[in-house]
């Protein structure tokens, strides 16, 4: 069985909270229009099961609110506590016309919904930690807001911890997160949420108290998400207006953390077990708990001793490995310098038939382009000069073009290749003014992550390649902990997020890992980029 390294950590989270199972949590069970284990209903609501406006399962309940007297507009249930558990309570609302508030209530009236996100779920949660043993009521409260005509729908859906699902941070088989926030001196002002790569709604939170601190568990599968956070007034949550702060980590490591900005921050990253070794999370054991630049060194120690194949074996993994399996898949060689990811390319290459050669223009044959030119590191010097990490199959002609030029934002171009890639000046105030080659959005991550570990395989020889050339002055700052200028590293961590890690990296990095035997721990691992560089 493939064990999975969830994020920056070794072993997996264990769960600390108890339970307190909620029935019917997930509102799937009903008796006419009533759902089952919920035993107050009062007067001022109604329910209906739902199929069309749901979180998961069969059914949401629609709610509908009927009245201002909001001492008529509870539903709830008694489960029962134990003296000293802490449970961790949690429910999915979703508002239709926002002129209704929900509220969760746990043995207690807790946190508030954010009625002004419409048509979106959203979660509030509490940790509840037991005093006694016994019973306890929870459910939730609806309140009426400005704007309200008498009669409102609010979906909800998924109340955590359900005995037929399983409740965040309890026991997770994939990757196992914690989220924290701190509010600042306005706290109903915050909002969130945790997007999937389909743009669905994983996680949510809104509505809650002032100078106050949470934490929560999530469970999440492989893939790429989008978490985002919202200040309504549009200071952020730090520093202006007290210390509000938000975090998401594994095992203690941030994957990112901020608390300043203004109406909204986004943070993607992706999760995955890169898929092509057997015990990925033995193959970086010796990263574990490391952050920053101690991780880097620490990557360094686990991919340095690849086996250099040489520079002609290129064209053996090329005809197996570089070829279109993804957008037209048909085969021939994928040159990201003229590969059209949403149409017909003009033009195709055959594996080892249309090896350059000689070139006159684009469409005369492919060659093996040193995405980290090799004058930047002394020319053709092993094992630089082989590693496939960062060699990629192009258009000889777009190759010739590019030269040794560090890539960047083109503001005014000399040349366009036929997929779209330029050439030309560097956009002002992008921080650099020199020339510059922008490849087409498609492949920017592909070549951000390639840097990337070129900065960290060859850490221990890259402290003198700054002086190698001037375009290598331009783009390198002669360290061996930051490597790049300032300006590239923004640009190159800019394209990491912008385009995450696809099937085609990462069956690359598999077949690079046969190859050659070592990875590149940015595509396995794409939080390790802000894990040491920062977001």
């Not at 009521?137 to 037929?164: I, K």
């Not at 007034?233 to 990112?256: E, M, Q």
């Not at 073009?401 to 934002?409: E, I, L, T």
């Not at 590239?488 to 035997?517: C, I, M």
Request: charged content about 15%; overall charge negative.
């Amino acid at each position: 069985m493939k064990k999975i390294l969830c994020l920056l950590g070794i072993f997996a989270l264990s769960a600390t909270a108890a339970r307190a199972d909620i029935e019917n949590g997930g509102f799937d069970q009903w008796s006419a229009n009533i759902p089952t284990g919920w035993s107050l209903i009062d007067n001022g609501i109604t329910l209906t099961p739902s199929t069309g406006i749901k979180l998961n399962g069969n059914y949401s309940a629609a709610v509908a609110v009927n009245t201002t007297d909001q001492a008529a507009t509870d539903f709830r249930q008694t489960v029962a506590v134990s003296a000293g558990q802490n449970y961790p309570f949690s429910v999915s609302v979703y508002h239709t016309e926002g002129h209704v508030r929900a509220r969760l209530y746990v043995d207690g009236y807790q946190s508030y919904s954010n009625e002004t996100l419409t048509g979106q779920w959203q979660t509030l949660s509490f940790n509840y930690t037991a005093t006694t043993s016994g019973t306890i009521e929870v459910g939730v409260r609806f309140y009426d807001v400005a704007g309200f005509d008498g009669s409102e729908l609010v979906y909800v859906d998924d109340f955590q911890p359900s005995a037929t699902s399983t409740p965040p941070g309890s026991s997770c088989n994939a990757h196992a997160l914690t989220f924290e926030l701190t509010t600042d001196n306005y706290g109903a002002e915050t909002s969130w949420q945790l997007a999937d790569s389909n743009n669905q709604q994983v996680y949510a939170g809104a509505g809650y108290a002032s100078n106050s601190s949470h934490s929560e568990q999530w469970c999440l599968s492989d893939g790429d998400y989008a978490f985002t956070i919202s200040d309504s007034y549009g200071d952020g949550i730090c520093c202006s207006h007290g210390n509000g702060s938000y975090r998401l980590s594994v095992n203690g490591a941030d994957i990112f953390s901020g608390g300043s900005f203004t109406s909204a921050k986004t943070h993607s990253f992706s999760l995955g077990t890169g898929g092509g070794s057997d015990d990925l999370d033995a193959y970086y054991a010796d990263a574990a708990g490391f952050t920053g630049y101690a991780l880097k060194t620490a990557l360094h120690n686990i991919i340095k001793n690849h086996s250099a194949q040489g520079y002609s074996a290129l064209w053996t993994f090329y005809s197996t490995h570089e070829l279109d399996n993804y957008y037209e898949q048909d085969g021939s060689i994928l040159d990201i310098y003229s590969e059209n990811p949403s149409g017909a390319d003009a033009y195709q290459y055959a594996a080892t038939v249309n090896q350059c050669g000689s070139y006159n223009s684009e469409a005369d044959c492919y060659n093996r382009e040193h995405s980290f030119p090799r004058s930047w590191f002394g020319g053709a010097v092993e094992p630089m000069n082989s590693d496939v990490h960062h060699i990629f199959a192009t258009d000889g002609f777009v190759n010739s073009k590019r030269s040794s030029f560090p890539y960047g934002k083109v503001g005014m171009a000399s040349y366009i290749s036929t997929n779209g890639s330029k050439l030309g000046t560097a956009l002002s105030g992008s921080g650099y003014s020199g020339t510059v080659f922008e490849p087409i959005d498609e492949f920017k991550g592909d070549i951000a992550r390639a840097y990337f570990y070129m900065a960290t395989r060859y850490q221990d020889r890259l402290a003198n390649w700054q002086g190698n050339s001037s375009e290598a002055n331009a783009a390198l700052n002669g360290t061996t902990t930051q490597v790049f200028e300032s300006w590239l590293l923004q640009l190159l961590k800019q394209w990491h997020v912008q385009d995450p890690v696809s099937q085609k990296e990462r069956d690359r990095n598999d077949a690079a890992y046969q190859y050659q035997g070592n990875r590149n721990p940015f595509v396995d691992y794409p939080q390790f980029v802000s894990a040491i560089w920062g977001n």
